[in-house]
């Protein structure tokens, strides 16, 4: 079978000799691990060959369950122009992994960032982060409900899409394609099934297994149904999907730092100045939906309309304490003191601190996320040559989220006495802290400064929404040409995205004193707070928003900040021409394209003048609206050499880009007087800043044993010519002096209009480049005693030459690598299936890296992340006959290996946050129909 899909057969006369670079020597070695395979293989095509000669029968072998799911990934990635990787699914709605970016972490090159729940969401394509890469849903560009363009993947259920294909090198006819990659979600073709479908998968969860505190639970179900109608000019599909459960249990500590004390006149060194410990709760409920309706009265036209929505609501708990054990005193509480101390070389190793009020907390954060898109896609075969597409889509995205913190501590009259050891993240307290008797609800610290705060409340709210228009015409050229399709169109597209912040400070209804208390709302419990060991009293915040506190709105420089509206409208026109020649002998097909790309982008949002006001509750703002329009030219040329014997040797050269994070675009801004340089300065987001810009190359060598096994040896090179990097420009500052009020240096007395601005701005230089190495091989070809075996693995090795100032939580300065960059990730997968029993274990791993989370003032902050290691393991059996065939068994054992999510500063030994993630079990029956 000859790789390529020719129009004409060729010879290749003679043989081709190569000489190895050091990577492809590299690469010859992981090929030489398949050598026996492809001994076996040719040695089974002989006897095969000689077995047909004398037998006409044709037997046909129905391939399902996993090993379908591999062969169907291998075909697309073997018949692609560009270099891809992809996913399909095992069988209809049965896409193993809770989301599908689980699924993508296992593709040679991508990984994905897990939040501290363990969910998979943002997927790193090559080392770089989720800014660099784009999501499309049947070819249409995607919104996303946080904060950027970047998709969260677990927005989409696995078993909703029938497959996935990740771009690493540009198709010209694939618009809103990224600098990374660009992964495109798929859902089924009705009318490419022979007949009825409708499959039904149930999964019970266990969560949390091997921590320490309470276990979670859940369900996983999933329906689908396809059909085909009026003599198969009509087909249908229809899925639902639905994820609920509660997470385990979870706790965080963190200390406030070491510092010195007055004992009997001698200075000491106590272990902690404070130290807060939580215990955190989980919940999440996923509803998805898909459904596609295609029409196709004619082979020359089909209508397809597709539909997807996705509601995922997610609420988590906190309960808590937080301790100041070395405090100063305030008109909250009295100076705390050092009690009955164990000293040893001027350190105190144990004792306790007196007159603490400490702060229980109880504390809940909910977000409801909901993603709907719709395209209808209209395609008629206009003559023997040509073929038109229209193509109308609209998708939209919106988040709204309740931040409530509740505060409340003991009475001021009766602080509690806390007894610690050095070492310990144990303490003890004299007060019951879980007694509700003793605690009130209260302003405890006042942290609202002049205002009065027993708790705060933030009610953000993202939309984003996005409109295209796609035509294109396309035409299959005459033979004897060089080219072998040609293609062309337009996409304009407009997208809003609109995010905004209401924030409160919260008080005591029916009391105006600093000082008001209420009671413990009734229905209390009681919960330890983290690792401290103390047990709290804990109770419903939500239920007590409206009938114990007063919310007053609260206006600050930072939530100015926060609201900023984005608009963006793109204009693409393409070109792609399909390649099917020779060169030198060997045959080649492949592509060649170029996208023209004329963006306009805008932004309006707030100017803060920190200069005028009293204080930062009361600094005049102006509306800010400001933008601009710039055009790129992207070529993009993919070759494949047919080397015979089904080994091909792949080349690409791209220009690529990536639009801003839609953060960076915002026009806010904030600016008051710097004194140690006698100027203006103020810091914002840059509306005007233009896209990352790379240009590229791949390399990629491949050998498939039809679409049963492949291995595949790739190196990519990405030269950017343009990165973005927060730094201070030079402004004028007179647009945004309020009111025309002009101020004045109290140093010189001279008027000032000027000074910097720190800003995303664009930066020049610097490379990204990497090896890929990856197999996929059923092991029957090594030996038939190995029959129903197979193994599926990758790793990558990623480098970059750009570093970028340290902007980590609490980092040190100097510089860092590029956000998202692991330098090694790999995934292994070995897997059996035979007579209805199925088994697969896999493991990925990534390397330590860069990524983001979510702050308390809701914004994102980069931070160093530990490299993992996850583990999953899968049984499996289906029933082969009887009244009960098609009826599947499965178990599946996720994070065996119990691996943490855990940040840290700069060093490894320098841990912000350890959460064990715990391992969970699920139970599953499967029926298809």
Not at 181 to 193: M, N
Request: aromatic share 8%; hydrophobic share 35%.
């Amino acid at each position: 079978m000859n790789l390529i899909n020719k129009r004409t057969a060729r010879t290749v006369p003679g043989t081709i000799a190569f000489k190895l670079s050091p990577v492809a020597a590299g690469c010859a070695v992981f090929m030489a691990l398949t050598s026996h395979a492809a001994l076996a293989q040719e040695t089974s095509t002989q006897d095969a060959a000689a077995t047909g000669a004398t037998n006409s029968a044709i037997q046909t072998v129905q391939v399902t369950g996993i090993r379908r799911g591999i062969e169907a990934a291998i075909s697309v990635k073997k018949n692609s122009d560009s270099i891809v990787e992809a996913i399909s699914a095992e069988d209809l709605g049965k896409l193993p992994d809770q989301s599908i970016a689980e699924s993508l972490a296992r593709l040679p090159g991508v990984t994905t960032q897990r939040d501290v729940h363990g969910n998979a969401s943002i997927i790193s394509i090559r080392g770089m982060s989720g800014d660099f890469s784009t999501g499309l849903l049947n070819g249409r560009e995607q919104v996303s409900t946080g904060d950027s363009r970047t998709i969260e993947f677990d927005q989409y259920p696995g078993e909703l899409l029938s497959g996935v294909t990740v771009y690493k090198t540009p198709d010209a006819a694939v618009v809103g394609q990224g600098l990374s990659g660009t992964v495109d979600l798929r859902t089924v073709r009705p009318l490419d099934f022979k007949g009825r479908t409708m499959a039904v998968n149930y999964r019970r969860e266990k969560s949390g297994l091997g921590l320490d505190y309470s276990k979670g639970s859940g369900n996983r179900f999933t329906w689908s149904y396809i059909d085909q109608f009026a003599n198969r000019q009509i087909g249908i599909a229809f899925g639902f999907a639905r994820l609920q459960g509660t997470g385990p249990a979870n706790s965080r500590f963190n200390g406030w730092g070491g510092g010195t004390t007055t004992y009997n006149g001698q200075t000491v060194n106590i272990p902690q100045n404070g130290a807060e410990g939580f215990t955190e709760t989980y919940r999440q409920a996923r509803n998805g939906l898909m459904g596609v309706v295609e029409f196709r009265p004619s082979r020359e036209f089909t209508s397809t309309l597709d539909l997807f929505y996705s509601q995922y609501d997610r609420s988590t708990r906190n309960v808590g304490i937080q301790m100041p054990l070395n405090d100063g005193g305030s008109v909250y509480d009295a100076a705390s003191t050092l009690v009955n101390p164990v000293i040893s070389g001027g350190n105190v190793m144990s004792g306790s601190v007196n007159n603490v009020r400490p702060i229980i907390r109880n504390d809940n954060e909910v977000w409801n996320d909901r993603t709907r898109s719709i395209g209808w896609n209209n395609k008629l075969k206009l003559n023997q040559d040509w073929t038109a597409s229209l193509d109308l889509s609209f998708n939209d995205a919106k988040r709204e989220g309740v931040n409530l913190e509740t505060y409340a501590s003991t009475a001021v009259n009766n602080p509690t006495t806390i007894g610690f050891t050095r070492g310990s993240l144990g303490y003890t307290s004299s007060v019951d802290l879980s007694n509700p008797a003793n605690i009130v609800l209260t302003d405890p610290q006042g942290w609202g400064g002049t205002d009065i705060q027993a708790g705060y409340v933030k009610f953000p709210h993202v939309y984003d929404r996005l409109g295209a228009v796609r035509f294109d015409v396309s035409r299959d050229l005459p033979e004897g040409l060089p080219f072998s399709k040609f293609s062309a169109g337009v996409n304009l597209s407009n997208r809003s995205k609109t995010r905004s912040y209401q924030e409160g400070l919260l008080s005591i209804k029916g009391d105006t004193s600093r000082f008001a208390t209420a009671p413990v709302p009734a229905g209390s419990s009681t919960m330890v707070a983290g690792l401290t060991g103390i047990n709290v009293v804990s109770y419903d915040p939500v239920a007590a928003l409206n009938s114990v506190y007063t919310v007053s709105a609260k206006q600050h420089p930072d939530i100015y900040n926060k609201d900023w509206v984005v608009r963006e409208k793109v204009d693409t026109a393409f070109t792609k021409l399909g390649i099917d020649t020779q060169a030198f002998g060997i045959p080649l097909r492949g592509s060649a394209g170029l996208q023209y790309i004329h963006t306009q982008q805008e932004s309006t949002a707030f100017s803060v003048d920190k200069i005028q006001g009293s204080d930062d509750l009361h600094r005049p703002t102006a509306t800010v609206t400001d933008g601009t329009s710039y055009n790129d030219v992207l070529p993009s040329l993919n070759l494949i050499g047919d080397l015979g014997n089904q080994q091909a040797l792949r080349f690409s050269l791209e220009k690529i880009m990536a639009r801003p994070q839609l953060q960076q675009m915002r026009a806010s801004g904030g600016f008051g007087y710097d004194a140690s340089k006698d100027m203006l300065s103020g810091s914002g987001g840059n509306p005007r800043v233009k896209p990352f810009r790379a240009k590229g190359a791949d390399l990629s060598f491949e050998k498939y044993w039809d679409s049963q096994a492949y291995v595949s040896a790739a190196v990519f090179y990405r030269k950017l010519d343009s990165y973005i990097i927060n730094t201070d420009a030079s402004m004028d500052f007179t647009p945004y002096l309020v009111g025309g009020f002009v101020p004045k240096s109290p140093i010189t007395g001279a008027p000032l209009t000027t000074g910097t601005f720190n800003t995303p701005m664009n930066g020049t230089g610097g490379n990204i480049k990497g090896v890929e190495l990856a197999a996929s091989l059923p092991l029957k070809v090594l030996t038939r005693y190995l029959d129903g075996f197979g193994v599926v693995a990758n790793v990558a090795q990623n480098a970059s030459s750009v570093a970028i100032p340290n902007t980590t939580d609490n980092g040190t300065g100097g510089n860092m690598a590029l956000p998202g960059l692991s330098k090694r990730t790999a995934s292994l997968t070995v897997y059996y299936e035979k007579n209805g029993f199925s088994a697969r274990a896999a493991e990925s791993y990534r390397g330590d890296f860069i990524g983001d989370v979510a702050t308390n003032t809701g914004d994102r902050q980069l931070t160093f992340i530990e490299g993992t290691k996850v583990l999953d393991l899968q049984f499996g059996y289906e029933i082969q006959s009887g009244p009960a065939k098609n009826l599947s068994f499965l178990l599946q054992m996720n994070n065996m290996s119990n691996s943490h999510f855990k940040r840290y500063r700069d060093k490894k030994d320098n841990v912000i946050e350890d959460r064990p993630l715990g391992r969970s079990i699920l139970f599953g029956l499967n029926y298809k129909m």
